[in-house]
């Protein structure tokens, strides 16, 4: 794969991340040392780090102690797994954003990671940058390969139908935004974002952004590509 386009993005990309991770503090568990590596190697990455292993029992001790905002795992470990890491993670502080790094997109893996609360899956065939920031911003990062599996089994539809409004904000709530930065993309007022997303939990009968966005992935409902294409046409 030849990435040389990508090269003059990266001055603009390292600066938007040290920007999203400035409060945060990382735990990172990757199997390989050469990964690790290069991930402790990225700049905003090794501000925010507070811990890196290469085990599972390594990784989660870490976690227990530091607490972080955010833990990264790959899918397999030097002992123990990532989905294992996540799932005792999300039982020791559910607040903690679990991003996993999976080397294939099988049906079984999707959804034991959904299952385990896993926030975003990242497959090594793609870039990984996307994924992080939305991670770290608070969002859930499903790509078209989870998405297309978790449709295999679609929710049943809402209550009522989303209007084109809702859905935009849908959109946004994947991608973490605050209800504020919401307000400021769609030009209303913090009060209508809220109203806005208190009719989208009642239609989609759940009771956080969280579900409520991973069931509007299942339902077909909006799409991360979607999502990601809007915000860069709003930040633009």
């Not at 090794?46 to 227990?64: H, I, M, N, P, Y």
């Amino acid at each position: 794969m030849d990435l040389t386009d990508l090269i003059p993005e990266i001055p603009a990309l390292l600066e938007e991340l040290e920007e999203l991770l400035a409060d945060h503090t990382t735990v990172a568990c990757l199997e390989h040392m050469k990964w690790l590596g290069s991930f402790m190697c990225i700049t905003p990455v090794q501000k925010s780090l507070v811990g890196a292993a290469t085990t599972e029992d390594e990784g989660f001790q870490l976690v227990r102690k530091h607490q972080p905002r955010l833990l990264v795992a790959s899918q397999q470990l030097q002992q123990g797994t990532g989905l294992s890491l996540v799932a005792r993670t999300e039982a020791l502080n559910p607040s903690i954003k679990t991003l996993l790094v999976a080397d294939d997109s099988s049906e079984s893996l999707v959804r034991e990671a959904l299952a385990r609360g896993c926030d975003g899956i990242c497959f090594q065939s793609e870039r990984f940058m996307p994924a992080l920031r939305v991670v770290a911003g608070g969002g859930v990062y499903y790509p078209q390969p989870v998405a297309a599996i978790l449709r295999q089994q679609a929710p049943p539809p809402p209550v009522e139908p989303l209007t084109e409004r809702e859905r935009e904000v849908l959109n946004r709530l994947m991608l973490g935004l605050s209800d504020e930065q919401i307000s400021k993309q769609l030009v209303v007022s913090p009060e209508t974002i809220k109203t806005h997303v208190k009719h989208i939990y009642q239609k989609l009968r759940v009771d956080n952004r969280t579900k409520a966005v991973v069931r509007s992935i299942a339902a077909g409902l909006i799409s991360l590509e979607s999502a990601l294409e809007g915000y860069s046409l709003a930040s633009g």
